[in-house]
């Protein structure tokens, strides 16, 4: 019972919840992350032409699930210093290391087995390697 005037009953209340919401707490802590979803997809990269301080790239993007995807974005992260100058068949736009690509409207939809490809030029300066992780709308690709 919780009454302003009773201390005994009000004591217990307090000491038991203080416990209470500490453990709660540690346990929230220690609980592992939320597992990040993945999509069925399947990315290609290949890099098409190179010289020595630049390289057109050809990505195409294979729905392997069963259901089709309307509209889609692919995510990936260049390892390197490479720098993307221009693109066809998608929107390209980098940030920083990070690169987002979209759909054009026309090849926004992907049926299950169904495949979009774009390409785009870039330079570096350094080194060139492939990106080693690709998202689609978010999730990552087995």
């Known amino acids: 019972m919780d ?43 290949k890099v098409d032409s ?19 995807v309307p509209g889609w974005t692919l995510g990936w992260s260049f390892a390197g210093d490479q720098r993307i100058s221009n693109a066809w068949n998608a929107t390209v736009a980098p940030s920083g290391g990070a690169v987002t690509a979209r759909d054009f409207g026309w090849n926004g939809t992907l049926s299950p087995g169904a495949s ?11 080194a060139n390697p492939a990106p080693a992780r690709f998202t689609l709308n978010g999730a990552a690709c087995t």
């Open 3 to 45: 009454d302003i005037g009773s201390y005994s009953t009000n004591e217990v209340a307090v000491n038991w919840n203080a416990s209470l919401a500490w453990l709660a707490a540690f346990a929230a802590e220690r609980r592992p992350g939320p597992v990040p979803p993945t999509a069925s997809c399947a990315v290609a990269y």
């Open 116 to 126: 979009a490809s774009f390409g785009f030029q870039a330079t570096y300066s350094t």
């Open 50 to 68: 190179a010289w020595s301080n630049g390289f057109t790239a050809t990505v195409t993007v294979t729905n392997t699930g069963t259901s089709a």
